[in-house]
């Protein structure tokens, strides 16, 4: 009997207000929410995101606020982006423990992502709070454009200064989670929301469409859409207070984001966040046995995952199955998000995994999770191939996908391969069924391939890659057979 062949929906994993250094909320008083919780939140607390994400293979979004990472008080400079406004001073909140936090940003890269959320998180005027700092709260309700483009140059100034920025080589956060889920949504205005993160380099957005604005059109589909080249993706609601301990969501999420805070994902002692940990990774895990599901490794896979499950079609055709991209809108084609679309079937007996072939374009990508095979399909130019599935054939050479980077292309000629990778951290690539490699190099800017093995038990070559840049590079690996592979 043909397996089900499916274009799964993804999931990922967005943590909000990640960046607070003093918990306790505030704004009974007038000041900030922070984390709501009454503790300092430090490095324990970020390695929790990252071992979450070493653990199941992930890269969970922090979303950042960043004010109490100020070392020279940038924010006074920023006067609506704090309480204190030009009075701001940070220096008693100073401390090893900026440092020990940055690390794990520049260390663990490969499973934890730094995102843009804010600043401080409000707008303030005197002293004044009104939610939130990016947008007000309905159309006429928008702070001046200079003044937002003031909060997100501060960011920068932020995270520069913890070699975490653009002044050090790494690019600007790529995702974005509006503060308060407030997000002005206007294709014709030059200054909304969109316009503003696009204009600094973001490039994904999440929120939940129930607290956006829209001035006019609607999103394109009922759960995502672009705004000026960002593609914003609705993330519903989890259920679960913003303030709560160690707390998972009751049901599956309704759309491919699973967004959380910070405090969601910990314990009021940090030495205890493993256990918090722990159920998150069996919550987390239990979604990937879903057909129909696939939880994604990065924000990047998300998004391009997305675009495939709106409008990629999959059709049986005899004993083939029909893939085709062509339905993907042509400006979301030029916006270069929608990488190879993953593919998935059940298992066969015994855990067996089919291999698939195909006409107009090749596997370069494959692994099993939960019951589930997952194959990464590049195709042709012309957008359309035809898939075939056998338990007799053997499978071409291709990545065993066992890590978060993405794999864009892989291509064989003669005794020379091409390998297009999305690369985080670093990483060991395998590839498998192609024999040994020699003569491996790495083109792209601040990439470095370290070593080059071959594991004879599991007849694959691998390659171990690194990136210099927190957000990841995008970079070809080329090389050659060895002779008597």
């Known amino acids: 009997m043909l397996p089900t062949l499916t274009v799964p929906r993804p999931i990922q994993l967005v943590v909000d207000d990640v960046?607070?250094?003093?918990?306790?909320?505030?704004?009974?008083?007038?000041?900030?929410?922070?984390?709501?919780?009454?503790?300092?939140?430090?490095?324990?607390?970020?390695?929790a995101v990252a071992d979450l994400g070493e653990a199941l293979g992930i890269r969970p979004q922090c979303a950042m606020v960043m004010c109490?990472?100020?070392?020279?008080?940038?924010?006074?400079?920023?006067?609506?982006?704090?309480?204190?406004?030009?009075?701001?001073?940070?220096?008693?909140?100073?401390?090893?423990?900026?440092?020990?936090?940055?690390?794990?940003?520049?260390?663990?890269?490969?499973?934890?992502?730094?995102?843009?959320?804010?600043?401080?998180?409000?707008?303030?005027?005197?002293?004044?709070?009104?939610?939130?700092?990016?947008?007000?709260?309905?159309?006429?309700?928008?702070?001046?454009?200079?003044?937002?483009?003031?909060?997100?140059?501060c960011f920068t100034r932020l995270i520069d200064q913890h070699g975490l920025g653009?002044?050090?080589?790494?690019?600007?956060?790529?995702?974005?989670?509006?503060?308060?889920?407030?997000?002005?949504?206007?294709?014709?205005?030059?200054?909304?929301?969109?316009?503003?993160?696009?204009?600094?380099?973001?490039?994904?957005?999440?929120t939940p469409y129930s607290s956006c604005t829209f001035a006019g059109e609607q999103p394109e589909r009922p759960d995502g859409g672009f705004e000026?080249?960002?593609?914003?993706?609705?993330?519903?609601?989890?259920?679960?207070p913003w303030f709560v301990w160690d707390t998972v969501p009751e049901g599956i999420p309704t759309t491919s984001i699973c967004g959380i805070h910070w405090p969601n994902l910990l314990t009021p002692s940090p030495r205890d966040n493993g256990a918090s940990v722990a159920r998150w990774c069996e919550y987390l895990s239990e979604l990937g046995k879903s057909d129909g599901l696939m939880l994604a490794r990065s924000m990047s896979e998300t998004c391009s995952q997305w675009i495939h499950s709106q409008y990629t079609t999959i059709q049986r055709q005899?004993?083939?199955?029909c893939l085709d991209t062509s339905g993907i809108p042509v400006s979301v084609s030029q916006w270069g998000m929608a990488g190879p679309p993953v593919v998935s079937l059940p298992l066969g007996q015994g855990g067996?995994?089919?291999?698939?072939?195909?006409?107009?374009?090749?596997?370069?990508?494959?692994?099993?999770?939960?019951?589930?095979?997952?194959?990464?399909?590049?195709?042709?130019e012309a957008g359309r191939c035809r898939v075939h599935c056998s338990e007799q054939e053997g499978e071409s050479p291709?990545?065993?996908?066992?890590?978060?980077?993405n794999v864009l292309d892989l291509r064989f000629q003669g005794e020379t391969f091409s390998l297009g990778l999305e690369l985080f951290g670093r990483q060991r690539v395998p590839i498998r069924g192609c024999g040994a490699l020699t003569s491996v190099a790495v083109a792209g800017a601040g990439?470095?391939?370290?070593?080059?093995?071959?594991?004879?038990?599991?007849?694959?070559?691998?390659?171990?890659?690194?990136?210099?840049?927190?957000?990841?590079?995008?970079?070809?690996?080329?090389?050659?057979?060895?002779?008597?592979?």
Not at 353 to 378: K, M, S
């Open 228 to 240: 000026h080249g960002v593609l914003v993706l609705d993330r519903g609601s989890s259920g679960i």
């Open 68 to 153: 109490e990472w100020d070392m020279h008080n940038v924010c006074a400079g920023c006067p609506t982006a704090t309480q204190s406004g030009a009075a701001w001073d940070n220096t008693a909140r100073v401390g090893p423990w900026m440092g020990e936090c940055a690390e794990v940003f520049r260390t663990r890269s490969a499973h934890i992502e730094l995102a843009l959320h804010g600043v401080g998180h409000e707008h303030w005027e005197q002293g004044q709070r009104t939610r939130a700092e990016w947008f007000g709260q309905d159309v006429d309700d928008r702070w001046p454009w200079d003044v937002v483009q003031t909060h997100i140059a």
């Open 447 to 485: 990439a470095t391939v370290h070593a080059v093995t071959y594991d004879t038990a599991e007849q694959e070559a691998l390659i171990d890659l690194s990136v210099d840049d927190i957000q990841g590079r995008t970079l070809t690996v080329t090389g050659k057979l060895a002779r008597g592979s």
């Open 398 to 405: 291709c990545v065993r996908r066992s890590g978060t980077y």
């Open 166 to 206: 653009p002044a050090t080589g790494m690019s600007f956060p790529p995702s974005f989670v509006p503060c308060a889920f407030r997000f002005y949504w206007d294709n014709a205005d030059p200054e909304s929301t969109g316009a503003l993160v696009a204009s600094a380099g973001v490039r994904y957005a999440s």
């Open 19 to 47: 960046g607070w250094r003093e918990g306790w909320d505030l704004s009974e008083t007038g000041g900030p929410f922070r984390a709501g919780v009454d503790r300092l939140l430090g490095r324990l607390d970020y390695e």
């Open 318 to 321: 005899g004993n083939d199955w």
């Open 352 to 380: 067996r995994v089919p291999a698939l072939r195909c006409e107009g374009g090749r596997i370069v990508a494959r692994w099993e999770d939960d019951g589930h095979a997952y194959f990464g399909v590049r195709l042709d």
